[in-house]
């Protein structure tokens, strides 16, 4: 199946206060926290604040009130299509404030866990199938080898993990910014969630990429925002990015004992997406104890977590997961480990032909007159004294280098043996001893 950004199915918005599957008393607090925190009166304005649909909204205040939480204020504002106003009693304001004292959260009404888990299915990673017009229009930027795409593209289509290797400065970071621009299509990221009471909060602006919103005209009969439910943010497919600073501890649910409220872990903001771990083996866990925490999630589509009271539940585990490592996968990994992640991609330097393209490609971007005798001298002296190894990193630093000498000599750009050796020692530090 080709899930393209408009076969996404959107989660339906709730039309009763059964339909939400929250507890009733929930419901009623953060709609009391809600107004009290934000000074929202009518229903409208209301129903925006706890992302529900005003009949909804109405249905809470109309519960609201027969418990004398609530009151109308017997004014009609014009301004609001004529809506009603709300207050809250001062029993309703008790009741806020010791609801606040209880869990800080208000707002956008969360989503209950195994309603989310069902979004989650309808927008899985696994149902994309990537082309490979899509992944070469993605890594336009980077020259690779087509047998590299051979093994990338139906690896990214899979939606398992994948683990990229070779020697460091051969573009594995940007092949796994690659696939995820390669992933073109939006799916629905919950604010929050709802396990057993408690509220997770989902959405993070810093991870997710909010895509352009249709805001209704008030004054239009035919409204559009009632085609999703709004708890839910529509969003660019997430990507989460860490390198030598993730720790395991960054895969647990984050606890805020002032809001006391919850913050999904990183793999959780990534699902429906791509989580990359890239310069694995520089982070302080060894990679073993860290692929280890990622066995299960990886094999049975799961992922464990546990609130503060100890109880462990089961959330979905719905990641394209990319590590990216300068070592040898032998020397770092079991075989029960390698076993696991589903494919494993070596990504070499360039040979002399795709170095010379992109050496090219380079000083053409970078204004560089290309000069024949210089690259022979590169290619004839200066490659040979490392055995002729070429890296995707090495163009860029050598012209950048060769235009920062011609910038401070203030001579046009130019490339020459004499500018090639200097560029060069600054691109490897002599062994050497340093006496104290």
Known sequence: MNMHASSVAAPPAPRTIAEMQLPIVMMRDILLKTIFRQNVEQVTPIARAICLPVPVTQELIDLAR??????????LHAGAGNEMGYQLTDHGKARALDALSQSEYYGAMPVPLTVYSEQVKRQSIRNIQITREQLTGAMGHLILPDELLDHLGPAVS?????????????????????????????????????????????????????????????????????????????CERPTVITGGELSLSMLDLVYNPTARTYQAPLQLKSTGGVFIVDDLGRQEEPPQALINRWIVPLEESKDILALQSGEKFTVPFDTLVIFSTNFHPNDIFDKAALRRIFFKIKIDGPNQEDFLKIFAMVARKKKMPLDEATLV??????????????????????????????????????????????????MFVKEETIVH
């Not at 027969?66 to 004014?75: F, H, P, R, V």
């Not at 200066?382 to 002729?388: C, G, M, S, W």
Request: hydrophobic share 30%; with cysteine; proline share 7%.
């Open 66 to 75: 027969e418990q004398k939480l609530l009151q109308a204020t017997g004014t």
């Open 158 to 234: 899979s939606g398992r993990s994948i683990l990229m290797y070779g020697p460091p400065g051969n573009g594995k970071s940007s092949i796994s910014n690659g696939i995820r621009d390669a992933l073109g299509d939006k799916i629905y990221v919950p604010r929050a969630i709802e396990y057993s009471g408690q509220v997770i909060t989902v959405y993070d602006p810093i991870v997710h990429s909010k895509a352009e919103e249709q805001v209704d005209d008030p004054n239009s009969l035919r409204r559009t925002s009632g085609r999703y439910d709004t708890r839910y943010v529509r």
């Open 377 to 426: 001298y590169l290619m004839k002296k200066k490659y040979p004294l490392i055995e002729n190894v070429y890296a995707n990193y090495q163009p860029i630093f050598l012209i950048d280098q060769m235009i920062s000498i011609c910038e401070f000599e203030g001579i046009p750009y130019q490339m020459s043996p004499d500018l090639v050796d200097r560029a060069w020692a600054n």
